[in-house]
Each structure stands twice: as C-alpha cells, then as structure tokens.
Nanobody
C-alpha cells in the first residue's frame, strides 16, 4: 500500500523556522512532481509549493515566496519544505502530495497521492 507521511510540524514563534519532511513508501517519487499544500480552519486548501521530478523547476504561492524553499532527494523518496521567517498566517495543517500530471502545479486536483498532514502553528 502506498504511504505518504508528512512530519516536522510544531509550534514556533513568529520569525522562526521549521523544516517539514515528506517520506513515501511503495512510491518512487522520481516519477512524480511533489507538492506541499496547507489548510487553515475555515479556509480552502492552498497550494504552497511544487517541485518537479528532477528538481528542475519549483513553484511557490505568492504568500510564501522568498520565505519557503522546497527540495527533494529522490534516492531517499523524501521531499522537504524549509520554512523561514514564519508568520501567524502560516498556521495550518500542511500536506504533502505526489502528482503524475505533466506540469508541476499548485492545484490540488492534479495530485494523486496525499499524506496525512502535519500541523504548523506560528504564535505571535
């Protein structure tokens, strides 16, 4: 059974940093674009980042551009999201996902496998 597991969330003060990790089993991520999404209570799911299969391209939501960096290690079936200068508005459940789509995308419907999410809470 395919498993996608997000970890690394926690409570951090505004201005702090966190690194999220996404690890898969029974899924070789070199065949997938990998994305991060987040959802805060009462809000729609938001695409945060996408990194293409060989890391040739990355895309970021305007709200995180310049603060978040995504990377991947295909040999370890692992993807990362390095978050810096965190803001209270970043508080959300963060999900990692894998996509078979042709283009790297921040659209949730383009993703085929999803992790369970890890909570990020940023205090002011």
């Amino acid at each position: 059974q395919v498993q996608v597991v997000a970890s690394g969330g926690g409570l951090v003060q505004a201005g702090g940093s966190l690194r999220l990790t996404c690890t898969t089993s029974r899924l070789e991520i070199d065949g997938y674009h990998m994305g991060w999404f987040r959802q805060a209570p009462g809000k729609e799911r938001e695409g945060v980042s996408c990194i293409s299969r060989r890391s040739a391209t990355t895309e970021y939501a305007d709200s995180v551009k310049g603060r978040f960096t995504t990377s991947r290690d295909n040999a370890k079936n692992t993807m990362y999201l390095e978050m810096t200068n965190l803001k209270p508005e970043d508080t959300a459940m963060y999900y990692c996902a894998a996509s078979l789509a042709y283009f790297c995308s921040l659209t949730a419907s383009r993703y085929d496998y999803w992790g369970q999410g890890t909570q990020v809470t940023v205090s002011s």
